[in-house]
Nanobody
Framework: QVQLVESGGGLVQPGGSLRLSCRAS????????MGWYRQAPGKQRELVAG???????????ADSVKGRFTISSDNAKNTVTVALQMNSLIPEDTAVYYC??????????WGKGTLVTVSS
């Protein structure tokens, strides 16, 4: 089992910045990849940014956030924390952001989600 705890999110003006954090605990040795997804009202959930191999710097980003968002990870003894630094935010970034973790066996875990609202 893997537990995910998200933090960050909130209301920010266009052009502003926010930082999301997701801490994974439990069977972290089984993790193969982690990432952030988002779901805007009336739209499907989409990948924002991911670490394709936990413990490496291999990352991928949605075209819409390249150059503005940065994903990073910090691996401690019993936890893995993945952060999403979001800069130059635009109203189209408004969504509920979800942390996701996948294991080598194909299990997928989701956080509860955190709301990001970009509005003046």
């Amino acid at each position: 089992q893997v537990q995910l705890v998200e933090s960050g999110g909130g209301l920010v003006q266009p052009g502003g910045s926010l930082r999301l954090s997701c801490r994974a605990s439990g069977s972290i040795f089984s993790l193969s990849a982690m990432g952030w997804y988002r779901q805007a009202p009336g739209k499907q959930r989409e990948l924002v940014a991911g670490i394709t191999s936990v413990g490496t710097t291999n990352t991928n980003y949605a075209d819409s956030v390249k150059g503005r968002f940065t994903i990073s990870s910090d691996n401690a003894k019993n936890t893995v924390t993945v952060a999403l630094q979001m800069n130059s935010l635009i109203p189209e970034d408004t969504a509920v952001y979800y942390c996701n973790a996948r294991t080598f066996s194909g299990m997928s875990y989701w956080g509860k989600g955190t709301l990001v609202t970009v509005s003046s």
